[in-house]
């Protein structure tokens, strides 16, 4: 390839990513206004506000999405509810990373050891990751920072079998046994060799666990565990819905279903973008 | 010509049908049974130790200490954690579970009612995921970058970002209330509708048994939208997994080579699917086992009686026995799933077998 | 050779113009520029390059095995008794791979199935071209085969799998298979490479003998001079997709006319029968 001879400045590489994965580009856009407009406004209506008098309307003129069993406006909650799913379901990825990676490179050795941590990781899979996740939220009182323990948990072993397989990898390749052959130091090696090369891959399995983290978050307000009323989450406002499906009021639970649905797909594809990117320049 | 130069028969190993299978089989079993004793220690200690009092929550709000403290020596709460755990044991090779605290029914007779209704939806739903997404990845990895490919991958990211409760929403929606096609959600069967008499406790196959055929296509039809639910979503990891292992298998020499001998297209294509199927198989059972509890919130969403439901129930609720018993069944069929995979796996590929 | 015009044998592949452009994201490669080979009846012609010059991608293009995104073009692609292989329909074509071309690829364990049995892949092979035969007379036709490349023991091998074989002995099915259908044009693609130093000689033996004691003719791509030398007749020499020099081996062997040649001649270890074109 020609044009890899000159290396690319980061934004021309950003720019031809871009280009080349419009779904990801659109996703990235899709997830900056819905976080900007949640966070700075404005809204049509408080997120919090009820109207007897104008409820379960269909999408109209005033209420753009409808409105709700008690009048709210379903619009303004969808995108209020953007500020506590996302920022919850970034906090868990945030802890699962943090975490989940030095672990993982701890359980990057060839050992028996490292090898019944794995086996271990792989019982715990063997549980059924959502009722885990509500049996921890649900006994601990239904504290907020236990869902993002939850989401934690349930990713951390994740990222410990990605860092594990693909340092192992990097282990047998030459640039690491020369580096180690000339005596660099384990930090050394760990930071300037090993780090380096399986950033792409930590970006691509953080994009995904954004993904499943928005997943869970709303599954889990569904049942009505987690984010408790008056404040909007996708989840429970799905929930109130989910009755009026049967009796043909759709709006009430489809716009905030569109609204998990979207941002999973845009860190999907952000997570797709990546890894293409990371692969190619590994060629 | 001469050819001087032949090999010696020492060069081949003695094909040993069996002995290989038949180390592979003990071994998973061994590994099996040490599991199993794990996930019992496990389903009694998650919630043993976890904070959070029951006896709190089931006395409710206004309860005085004392009725508390009646309700916790009542359930055993104030023993010692080896004493009950002993006893949880001593029980389980009885086949005890215990009871719930609510409705004091045994557990493991609602394990044995509900398992049933849980197993036909998973089963079919892994069934139409299979069918579906092994079609739709296998067509992606041969048209691969063609309009079939381009399709294939669209559908699969949409289905593959759905939460799965959200879908079946949005198909109870269409497929029940606009088109009048489906049955409304109300479970197994219409709320009206007797079930039949237990046989086996399938309500699909002892209607056939005991032939109540109206019983049988209610109980078809209320199948429709959950496995249809399940089986999209999970499709989409099938098509995921066949898209790039059929392809890969494409793309082999081996694949090449059948191609320069002349095998038609076809062939091709199966030899590349024989080869992917291990995977295959692989991923459609773990993602039975990952359902096993996984469905719960469809189970709701389509009042569906079965082990997924009442464990969300009984975790709301705090109800210990019944979230015990779900982890334990939940933990024992992933264990017998996985290792049932290792065998199977084992034995579709003759480098194992024929070692 | 029992042929006595060896400047004019029979052909039984010409190719004239062969180009192959791939297209790719980045633009469209010309991976093979314009090539002209040809194969006489009982004649072995290597093809040698160093990798990345396009002897790999000039097989498939004959063989019509480049992927979609491949282009080939030609003025002609003529097997005899056959006709213009570049102006032959996909399903013809298919027909012409392995009944009047075999091809023996690099690396056995890549080219056999690893799932099915040996006796398996021939059957398989007999039934894709329309051969009706029995299972009991397709064992007997693989047996034969087996037996004919040099395999002791041929029931053995047709009841196991590729994993139970040796390397050698995975390439002497890949040859039993490839000369099942009697092809008149063997193709054979680095026959030896990742095969044990020992067993490389005993499988260009067998090739050769497969192809002289039947008057078949081999395309016979290697980076390896000194399998040139010691097999072919003539010799072409690859570079950047196009050929820079062709000829009877022993002229090239001794005046090479390229620079590139001479590079490559040079760079061959010395053999007995290079010696004094090393010096």
Redesign the interface.
């Known amino acids: 390839?020609?044009?890899l001879q000159l290396a690319p400045s980061r934004a021309a590489v950003l720019w031809r990513t871009a280009k080349e994965h419009p779904?990801a580009t659109l996703g990235g856009v899709f997830i900056v206004v819905l976080v900007l407009w949640s966070l700075l406004g404005p809204l049509p209506y408080s997120s919090a506000a009820t109207d007897g008098s104008a409820s379960r309307q269909s999408p109209n003129g005033t209420h753009w999405f409808g409105t709700d069993g008690t009048g709210g406006d379903v619009f303004s909650r969808t995108i209020d509810a953007a500020r506590v799913d996302l920022s919850l379901a970034l906090a868990g990825a945030a802890v699962a990373l943090v975490i989940g990676v030095p672990l993982g490179l701890a359980a990057s050795t060839k050992g028996r050891g490292s090898q019944r941590i794995v086996r271990a990781l792989d019982?715990f899979q063997?549980?059924?990751?959502?009722?885990l996740a509500?049996?921890?939220v649900?006994?601990?009182?239904n504290k907020l920072y236990m869902v993002v323990v939850a989401i934690s948990l349930q990713n951390i072993p994740r990222y410990m079998r990605l860092l594990r397989s693909e340092v192992l990898s990097l282990r047998e390749s030459r640039f690491m046994e020369a580096a180690t052959a000339m005596g660099a130091t384990t930090p050394r090696l760990i930071f300037k060799h090993l780090l380096p090369n399986v950033w792409g891959v930590i970006l691509v399995q953080t994009s995904l666990t954004i993904?499943n983290s928005i997943?869970v978050l709303?599954?889990l307000s569904?049942?009505?565990?987690g984010v408790s009323a008056p404040t909007p989450s996708w989840g429970s406002m799905?929930r109130d819905?989910?009755g009026n499906?049967?009796?043909?009021e759709?709006w009430i639970?489809?716009f905030p279903?569109v609204a998990?649905?979207l941002c999973?797909?845009a860190f999907?594809?952000i997570a797709?973008a990546i890894g293409d990117r990371t692969a190619r320049s590994y060629r | 010509m001469t050819l001087s130069t032949t090999t010696s028969s020492q060069e081949l190993s003695r094909p040993r049908r069996g002995t290989g299978a038949l180390r592979l089989v003990a071994s998973r079993l061994v590994f099996l049974v040490a599991?199993l004793f794990?996930?019992v220690t496990?389903s009694f200690l998650?919630?043993s130790v976890?904070?959070?009092d029951p006896a709190e929550v089931i006395a409710g709000p206004v309860a005085s200490q004392s009725q508390i403290d009646a309700i916790r020596a009542d359930l055993g709460l104030d023993d010692p954690l080896w004493d009950r755990y002993t006893d949880y044991i001593g029980g389980l090779l009885q086949g005890d579970l215990g009871t719930s605290y609510y409705t004091n029914l045994s557990i493991t007779s609602e394990i044995g009612n509900r398992l049933p209704a849980s197993l036909s939806l998973i089963i079919l739903s892994v069934v139409f995921a299979a069918v579906v997404g092994i079609g739709v990845g296998s067509a992606g990895a041969y048209f691969r970058g063609r309009w079939p490919d381009k399709l294939g991958r669209l559908g699969t990211?949409?289905f593959?970002?759905?939460?799965d409760?959200?879908l079946g929403?949005?198909l109870?929606?269409v497929v029940?209330?606009?088109m009048g096609l489906a049955p409304?959600?109300s479970g197994q069967i219409g709320i009206s509708e007797m079930r039949p008499e237990k046989i086996t406790g399938f309500i699909t196959i002892d209607a056939l048994l005991r032939g109540e055929m109206a019983t049988f296509w209610s109980a078809v039809s209320h199948l429709v939208l959950p496995v249809v639910t399940l089986g999209l979503v999970y499709a989409a990891y099938f098509s995921k997994t066949s898209r790039s292992t059929v392809g890969k298998a494409l793309n082999s020499q081996q694949a090449q080579f059948a191609r320069a001998m002349g095998l038609p297209e076809r062939t091709v294509l199966r030899y590349a699917f024989v080869e992917a199927r291990g995977t295959i198989v692989t991923y459609a059972g773990v993602i039975f086992?990952?359902l096993?509890?996984?469905e719960?919130?469809v189970e709701?969403?389509f009042a569906w009686d079965g082990l997924?439901s009442w464990?969300?129930q009984g975790?709301?609720r705090?109800d210990i026995p019944v979230?015990q018993g779900?982890?334990l069944v939940?933990?024992a069929i992933?264990?017998i799933t996985?290792t049932a995979l290792d065998i199977i796996v084992g034995l579709l590929d003759p480098r194992i077998t024929h070692g | 050779m029992t042929e006595t015009t060896p400047t004019t044998p029979e052909t039984v592949l010409d190719v004239q113009g062969l180009t192959v452009d791939i297209a790719t994201p980045?633009g469209v490669v010309h991976a093979v520029r314009g090539i002209d080979l040809a194969v006489g009846r009982g004649e072995i012609l290597g093809v040698v390059g160093e990798s990345g010059c396009g002897k790999s991608t000039t097989i498939k293009g004959i063989l019509g095995l480049l992927p979609p995104n491949a282009t080939v073009g030609a003025d002609k692609i003529e097997l005899a008794g056959h006709g213009d292989l570049l102006r032959t329909p996909t399903k013809k074509m298919r027909h012409v791979r392995g009944r009047r071309i075999g091809f023996v690829a690099q690396n056995p364990f890549g080219s056999l199935n690893p799932i099915y049995s040996i006796e398996r892949q021939f059957h398989e092979l007999q039934k894709a071209h329309g051969t009706k035969v029995s299972k009991k007379e397709s064992r007997e036709i693989a047996h034969a085969m087996l037996d004919g490349v040099g395999i002791v023991n041929p029931d053995r091998v047709l009841d196991g799998f590729a994993h139970q074989l040796s390397g050698g002995m995975a390439q002497r099915v890949v040859i039993a298979l490839a000369t099942t259908l009697s092809p008149q044009l063997l193709i054979a693609d680095e026959p030896t490479t990742g095969l044990d130093v020992t067993v490389q000689a005993q499988i260009m033996d067998l090739i050769s003998g497969l192809v002289r004691s039947e008057q078949r003719s081999m395309l016979l791509v290697t980076h390896d001079l000194g399998v040139i030398a010691q097999y072919a007749q003539r010799v072409v020499v690859m570079l950047d997709g196009k050929v820079v020099e062709h000829g009877r081996v022993e002229d090239v062997m001794v005046d090479p006319q390229h620079e590139y040649t001479r590079k490559l001649i040079s760079s061959v270890p010395k053999r007995e029968e290079l010696h004094d074109v090393i010096g």
Not at chain 1, 126 to 131: K, T
Not at chain 1, 138 to 141: A, D, F, K, N, Q
Not at chain 2, 160 to 163: A, K, L, T
């Open positions: 390839m020609a044009d779904g019982a063997a549980f059924p990751l959502l009722i509500l049996a921890l649900t006994l601990s009182g993904a997943v709303s599954s569904f049942l009505g565990v799905i819905g989910a499906m049967s009796s043909g759709w639970a489809a279903g998990v649905l999973v797909l999907n594809q797709d | 599991a794990g996930v496990l998650l919630v976890t904070p959070g990211s949409v593959q970002s759905v939460p409760f959200f929403l949005i109870i929606y029940f209330f606009v409304a959600p086992a990952a096993i509890g996984g719960a919130i709701q969403i997924g464990a969300v975790i709301l705090l979230v779900m982890v939940s933990g992933t264990l996985y | 980045d």
